[in-house]
């Protein structure tokens, strides 16, 4: 949207029925009608009407236009943020043509047709026509116009594709798993809709206690009326609306609904698409993180780096065997250990494998490998194969023990009742992490790490990342409980998933995130999706959310320390018939009109000056919850009373030198 | 003449120790009481040293009535009970004092019309006190004796059971606030009757009367006989001060010899009315965490002490007239000798602090910033409150302070670790603004009234303090008059009533309400510390400028055209002796 359709925008924001949900402001646009005529008929007003009396009421009747004005500029501005954002969505969603398959025969229908269950192959170089689950084959994907990331990503059977990627390698079938308008880019789109009409919990009550403020001082400035009718001042109308607008918190009030918006177009700009804007703000108020693997806070694709045999075992038949067990294991350590193993240049022949029965892995069982009967090459988790076997070899458990405690992951390989060796997978911690750790520790949310992998490995990166509490050895089930328990003890909850099996999980979170590489039950189940999938920028939406709750809180302070230099400028001048006041007048403002004048220019332009700050939101950085108040008391609430005092005599004198007298 | 010269130093000084020796001692026993007063909000009565007693008194009456702790009531049944219990006193105190005439001891002048009774038995029932009669014979020794007596106890027990059932609000996860017949008895027979009767002993070997006989006739001398009102005023002195009422047998109030013969006696007055209010306070140490009992504690003496001093000063400087004259004693108009000014000042500050509203001086005669203190203690709601009612009021200010807090660090609210969500906010802003609204509004409205403001003695700007005193006593259920006007006409009579009937019951609704709200929810298990650490400086400063910004500060243009201008212009004194 250009300036123009945004100041539009902003006008269309005068209309009764909009600006009444924001009883700060409706009070303002009130006063700015009665301003209006007070100008045409001040007689019925009973209020002064020379020539001096009716230029100050037109520019107060321009500045509380003025301060509505800006006050839907803001939010318009925010507004206009998200529409990019969703035009953007919208281009994306182009109708291709589809290969539906159906009655085993593929038919070619439009990408508007498809239905959920509906099973479609796309081939190489084709858009894919739908959100949906892969059912058969694999490919490269490229996601960049949804993800922002050019490399293409592997998309393996179970993995779920995004409608509008484009399938650049092979061949795949994919089974739809939405119906038209309920694609992933058509819930985006709605999403930031509706992130524009949606008030969270936090921002409705923070309204409810500005419209009790603004409740109070309409009481005390008709108690103004009042108190000098009967004391035979006669009481100026447009003062007392000045006098209103300038004590009802207009400054907070006018960019509420801007924070909010602005929050969510902020979490789009991450690449994250988050299903309501309570979801960010409770991100703030994260109490525990639950990281779901050691993955999260590795560079994650752990590489087979290293084979070791075991005693007395020839190396290449240790390197052949492992590449044997691991050919049909897709998994990234299994193909990992393929592409080392091949490196050795080992001689093998895939007719081997017919006599065998591939095991796959599950995180039930902590292994996979090959079995023939009897015959067997099973590779996994120490713990997992010492129990199944009923082996243990001191040499091996050495080797794994000195693997893991460098960081490593060690897999034994074990066959025909013997392990014959280890394979050293290697993974490092993502840098920067421990930093993000820390910042989360200041921030005094706990992190704990659920991995699969064994307690010496899970003991390593837990050290080394700076993590409060890991457990190792970890069964799907272990993450369900792990929240449940936090939940029951009514802490607030954050977990990142993207398995099916994290679904319940997600479910039960506060903030859940999953991946968008994810399988389409963990996109269902969280109310965050990572475009990008990467974990670690759950700790950037925390950042976003304390900055909106942040922004708020330090607005209203802000706004609310305001009113004493307004009292304080406005009383004396609106009083100035009782010269004995003049004490309470701080500044010595010798005109009351334009003193009064001052204070509402004041009022005005803080709006606009503060825009930008309530679109970007106040600086956070990561500290402790009392130097954080500390400093805000002070910037906010102490800087909130003596900042207008200064910029009400300086716009006074600025007046005064433009010769303005009434 | 620059008053400031005139202050005699050493004058100045010992006021400020005897204002601080008060602040001091009130200190030293809210400390004692508030370990005894932790028991009984947290349902542990049976481990006090009354027990063996009192717990047979409340197991009879439980068993009377088929009701005991066990039977936990919600929200609705707990206030619903209130209500009717208080409502079913004030029918049965109207028709006694109504129809007081009818009635054994009674006088031919023992009478007082619709309006005066209404606005009479509501003020007793809601721990007001305000008392629009001005003469102890308009009340027979019956309607003393148990009426009013009567409604002093209930009074101050519902006001405790209330806070007792906003503690376990927090306390409970059950949804539950208590049984409101057990907590009632409780407060009674554990707390309010000993300590009513502990006063009563040492007020009676002090020199206050306590008979039944209804007055005497004394002979002063080069006067004619003068009927001296008697009754059973040691009692009466008791329980208006432990129970916070402070409607006292004599119109004066404190200031009158027999109900307050010697600074002894002040000292225990003023200490009896601080008793519960700040042991409660002082309580929270222990029902929560010691940390937010002590800064809660400090923000109220904060309070205390600034307007304690500004009341003091103010009064020290006295009237710049007189001490034109070269007279520098202070503004001692409508002031007892035998107390002096620092006592007087602490001891009428004290009463507003909390919601007592006895005086021990004419409120009228008080200089236009010595005022401001009593004034500005009335329009916060009495910061200290009443017996039970202090808690509840300063809990609102607290969820608001935690609100803003909470926000300001990028954490959602909690109290005591329990989730504050938009409901609890709405309830405290209801309660919050309420206070505000029923004293402005009426005031606007009076203004606008000619016949009305033709009544006060006297012009502006003095008049506006007093009719603020007047609805703000009203409002905070302080019951402390500034006078100045005709109090006892209709028109004052059931506004006054229905401002107290709203500040009561009203906020008090709205504050359990609130309380309903946290029964339901579960504390957050905490790892380390919480978020915003409630016994810190920071938040003890921010608690400190909610209360002045939300509850002062609004009235700042009022309190201009008030006392403040009174002040500014030198004070367009008058002095009435309106004692």
Same mark, same amino acid.
């Given at each position: ?17 909009? +600006?009444?949900? #924001? ?75 589809? #290969? ?10 439009? !990408? ?48 779920? =594709? ?15 798993? =939405? ?9 985006? +789109? ?48 447009? &003062? ?24 969510? #177009? ?148 074990? !066959? ?67 929240? &449940? ?7 607030? =909850? ?34 965050? +999706? ?104 002070? =910037?906010?609430?102490?800087?909130? &009373? ?21 | ?77 707990? $206030? ?207 029902? $929560? ?22 009341? $003091? ?80 009021? /300063? ?64 012009? $502006?700007?003095?008049? /506006? ?33 229905? /401002? ?9 609704? /709205? ?69």
């Amino acid at each position: 949207m250009d300036l123009r359709g945004v100041i539009i925008n902003a006008l269309k924001g005068f209309d009764f029925r909009k +600006i009444i949900k #924001n009883p700060v402001m409706f009070i303002t646009e009130i006063a700015f009608f009665i301003s209006i005529f007070i100008i045409i008929f001040p007689s019925y007003f009973n209020v002064p009407d020379t020539s001096v009396y009716i230029y100050f009421y037109i520019s107060v009747t321009v500045l509380l236009f003025l301060t509505v004005f800006f006050s839907n500029l803001s939010t318009s501005l925010s507004e206009s943020q998200s529409m990019a954002i969703t035009s953007s969505l919208e281009k994306m969603k182009i109708s291709t043509k589809a #290969n539906l398959l159906k009655d085993n025969k593929i038919i070619t229908v439009s !990408s508007d047709e498809l239905r959920k269950g509906d099973i479609i192959i796309v081939k190489k170089d084709e858009t894919i026509p739908s959100d949906g689950e892969v059912i058969k084959g694999s490919g490269y994907v490229n996601e960049s116009n949804v993800t922002g990331e050019s490399r293409p990503v592997i998309k393996l059977v179970g993995d779920s =594709v995004t409608g509008s990627t484009v399938l650049v390698t092979d061949e795949i079938t994919v089974k739809v798993s =939405v119906n038209p308008g309920e694609s992933f880019i058509d819930s985006m +789109i709605k999403v930031v809709q509706n992130a524009v009409r949606e008030r969270t919990p936090n921002e409705i009550a923070l309204s409810i206690f500005l419209s009790g403020v603004t409740l109070i001082f309409l009481v005390v400035v008709a108690s103004i009326f009042s108190l000098s009718a009967y004391t035979g001042i006669k009481p100026n109308i447009d &003062i007392l609306l000045v006098l209103l607008v300038a004590l009802i918190p207009t400054t907070i009030g006018g960019l509420l609904p801007a924070i909010g918006i602005a929050a969510v #177009n902020k979490v789009s700009q991450y690449n994250i698409i988050s299903k309501s804007g309570k979801a960010v703000e409770n991100a703030g108020d994260i109490d525990t993180i639950i990281l779901d693997k050691t993955g999260t806070i590795t560079i994650g694709e752990r590489e087979a780096v290293k084979f070791y045999p075991n005693q007395n075992y020839d190396y290449h038949d240790f390197v052949k065997k492992s590449l044997l067990c691991s050919l049909n294991d897709e998994t990234i350590e299994g193909l990992s250990i393929v592409r080392l193993a091949k490196k050795e240049n080992i001689e093998y022949n895939e007719d081997e494998l017919k006599n065998y029965e591939f095991v796959p892995f599950s995180s039930e069982t902590s292994y996979s490998g090959i079995k023939n009967g009897d015959k067997y090459i099973l590779k996994g988790s120490l713990r997992a194969l010492s129990e199944k076997l009923n082996l243990n070899d001191t040499y091996i458990n050495g080797i794994c023990k000195e693997i893991s405690l460098k960081g490593g992951t060690a897999i034994p390989v074990a !066959s025909d009742g013997k392990f014959i060796g280890v394979i050293e997978l290697n993974d490092i911690l993502k840098p920067g992490i421990r930093d993000r750790i820390e910042d989360l520790h200041k921030m005094n949310i706990s992190t704990v790490m659920l991995t699969g992998d064994d307690e010496v490995t899970a003991a390593y990166f837990a050290r080394e990342a700076g993590i409060d509490e890991y457990i190792a050895n970890s069964k799907p089930d272990d993450k369900y409980n792990k929240v &449940i328990e936090e939940k029951n003890k009514e802490r607030m =909850v954050a977990m990142i998933g993207d398995g099916t099996n994290d679904a319940p999980a997600l479910a039960k979170a506060d903030v859940a995130m999953a991946m968008n590489t994810g399988t389409q039950a963990a996109k269902d189940a969280a109310n965050m +999706i990572d475009l990008d999938s990467t974990p670690t920028k759950l700790i950037d939406v925390i950042f976003l959310g304390k900055q909106i709750l942040i922004t708020r809180g330090s607005l209203t302070t802000f706004s609310i320390a305001n009113d004493i230099s307004k009292y304080f400028v406005i009383i004396p001048a609106m009083f100035y018939m009782f010269p004995e006041l003049g004490f309470l007048n701080i500044l010595n403002l010798t005109d009351p009109l334009r003193a009064i004048t001052a204070a509402l220019i004041f009022n005005t332009i803080i709006i606009v000056i503060l825009v930008p700050l309530a679109l970007r939101g106040v600086k956070y950085t990561p500290s402790s919850a009392s130097d954080l108040l500390k400093r805000n008391i002070i =910037v906010y609430g102490f800087g909130g &009373i003596v900042f207008p005092f200064i910029m009400i005599y300086i716009i006074y004198m600025l007046l005064s030198l433009g010769g303005v007298a009434w | 003449m620059n008053i400031y010269s005139i202050i005699d130093g050493n004058r100045a000084v010992s006021g400020i120790i005897i204002t601080f020796i008060y602040i001091g001692l009130a200190l030293l026993f809210g400390y004692l009481i508030s370990g005894y007063i932790k028991k009984l909000y947290t349902d542990e009565e049976e481990k006090t040293w009354l027990y063996p007693i009192s717990g047979r008194i409340v197991n009879f009456f439980e068993k009377f009535f088929n009701e005991n702790k066990n039977k936990q009531m919600k929200f609705k049944e707990y $206030f619903f009970t209130l209500i009717m219990f208080n409502f079913f006193a004030g029918i049965i105190g109207f028709v006694f004092i109504y129809f007081q005439h009818d009635f054994p001891y009674s006088y031919a002048n023992n009478h007082m019309d619709l309006s005066l009774t209404f606005n009479t038995v509501i003020s007793f029932l809601t721990n007001t006190d305000l008392q629009h009669y001005s003469n102890s014979f308009d009340l027979s020794i019956l309607s003393w004796t148990f009426v009013v007596t009567g409604l002093m106890f209930l009074s101050a027990g519902t006001g405790f059971a209330a806070s007792m059932a906003f503690i376990r609000g927090i306390l409970n996860d059950n949804g539950k606030l208590g049984n409101f017949y057990h907590d009632f008895l409780v407060s009674i027979f554990y707390l309010i009757l000993p300590l009513t009767i502990l006063v009563t002993v040492i007020v009676i070997a002090m020199g206050v009367p306590e008979t039944l006989s209804s007055y005497i006739n004394v002979f002063p001398i080069g006067s004619s006989a003068v009927k001296l009102p008697l009754g059973p005023v040691a009692t009466l002195v008791s329980i208006k001060n432990i129970g916070t009422n402070g409607g006292g047998f004599y119109g004066a109030n404190a200031a009158f010899p027999l109900g307050n013969p010697d600074w002894f006696t002040n000292i225990v007055e003023y200490l009896s009315f601080m008793l519960i209010p700040l042991g409660s306070i002082m309580s929270l140490r222990y029902v $929560f965490d010691k940390r937010f009992g002590n800064m809660l504690t400090g923000v109220l003496l904060t309070i205390f002490v600034f307007t304690s001093m500004l009341t $003091f000063i103010s009064e020290f400087i006295g009237i710049p007239e007189i001490s034109a004259l070269g007279i520098f004693t202070g503004n001692m108009t409508g002031k007892e000798a035998y107390l002096g000014l620092a006592p007087s000042s602490v001891f009428q500050v004290g009463s507003v602090f909390t919601s007592t509203g006895a005086s021990s001086g004419g409120i009228i005669d008080y200089t236009p910033t010595g005022m401001l203190g009593l004034l500005s203690n009335l329009v916060l709601n009495d910061p200290l409150g009443g017996v039970g009612t202090g808690i509840v009021n /300063i809990f609102t200010y607290v969820v608001f302070t935690l609100f803003i807090t909470s926000l300001m660090v990028g954490k959602l609210p909690e109290l005591m670790n329990i989730r504050i969500g938009s409901k609890e906010i709405k309830y405290s802003t209801l309660s919050l603004i309420s206070h505000p609204l029923i004293v402005i509004i009426p005031l606007g409205i009076t203004l606008m009234i000619p016949v009305i403001m033709g009544t006060f003695y006297n012009g $502006f700007p003095s008049n /506006i303090s007093n009719l603020l005193y007047e609805f703000g006593s009203a409002a905070s259920n302080n019951g402390s008059e500034a006078g100045g006007f005709l109090t006892n006409s209709s028109y004052f009579n059931y506004l006054d009533g229905i /401002i107290m009937l709203l500040g009561r019951y009203l906020i008090l609704g /709205i504050q359990l309400l609130l309380a309903q709200q946290f029964a339901f929810k579960k504390p957050k298990t905490i790892y380390n510390k919480s978020a915003i650490d409630t016994g810190s400086f920071s938040f003890a400063f921010m608690l400190l400028a909610v209360i002045i910004m939300i509850g002062l500060l609004s009235y700042l243009p009022i309190f201009a055209l008030g006392p403040l201008y009174s002040w500014a212009k030198d004070f367009d004194f008058m002095v009435i002796g309106w004692i």
